[in-house]
């Protein structure tokens, strides 16, 4: 069937629309921050945050470990994303700041850094890519019989041998696991009777943009 002339133009102009309101956010973010620098003394613009936006973030009835150290991705938002189409998934952050963020895998980098309730998203300058996902567990369900408080063994049982453990100033033990493109931590608080209560995912340097490259 041919379609009319009119709404073959009409289709044509809304998807030129829908691909410009998701350019805007990043372009936005850009005029105030520049793209090769970003400074902690430069003051966030009041659009490009959205105080109100305080809903939980991650929907999903169930997090399955192994398959968010699999995909590098939770609850729609992946490793690698722009910030548009992390914006337009999960709106704009109700806070953003330009930190000197350590990466467990890759060192130090400066981020911007969007905080959502019960978790943070770091992107790095110039890439417009996300860098660093990190999560609250606790408020989380969790698959195949884990829970926030569950043993490292348990985890380990699961999840499989970490690349290693590492002890941070005697209160946190922390799995870290390492694919050849990202990774992932599980943090466990030493003096919480070792409760898993964060989660981190992390971009390695070489990594593609785009969820069938990361």
Do not use: C
Not at 141 to 167: C, H, M, W, Y
């Amino acid at each position: 069937m041919k379609l009319p002339s009119t709404l073959i133009a009409a289709f044509t102009f809304s998807a030129a629309l829908s691909w410009g309101a998701e350019q805007d956010y990043y372009q936005e973010f850009i005029r105030v921050f520049g793209s090769n620098s970003w400074s902690r003394s430069t003051p966030v613009a009041a659009f490009l945050i959205n105080a109100t936006n305080t809903g939980l973030k991650i929907t999903n009835a169930v997090v399955d470990l192994k398959d968010v150290m699999a995909s590098g991705e939770v609850s729609g938002v992946r490793l690698g994303m722009t910030m548009d189409e992390l914006v337009a998934r999960w709106g704009k952050p109700p806070e953003m700041h330009i930190i000197g963020s350590q990466g467990w895998l890759s060192g130090p980098f400066p981020a911007v850094r969007f905080s959502y309730s019960k978790l943070e998203v770091q992107f790095e300058p110039r890439t417009n890519a996300v860098k660093m996902l990190g999560f609250d567990a606790r408020p989380l369900r969790l698959a195949s019989g884990l829970s926030t408080r569950s043993k490292t063994n348990d985890f380990v049982a699961v999840l499989g041998r970490p690349e290693r453990i590492q002890n941070v100033k005697g209160t946190f033990d922390l799995l870290i696991y390492r694919l050849p493109r990202w990774g992932m931590t599980l943090w466990f608080h030493n003096e919480d009777e070792s409760q898993m209560f964060w989660v981190d995912l992390e971009r390695l340097e070489g990594a593609v943009a785009g969820k069938d490259e990361i």
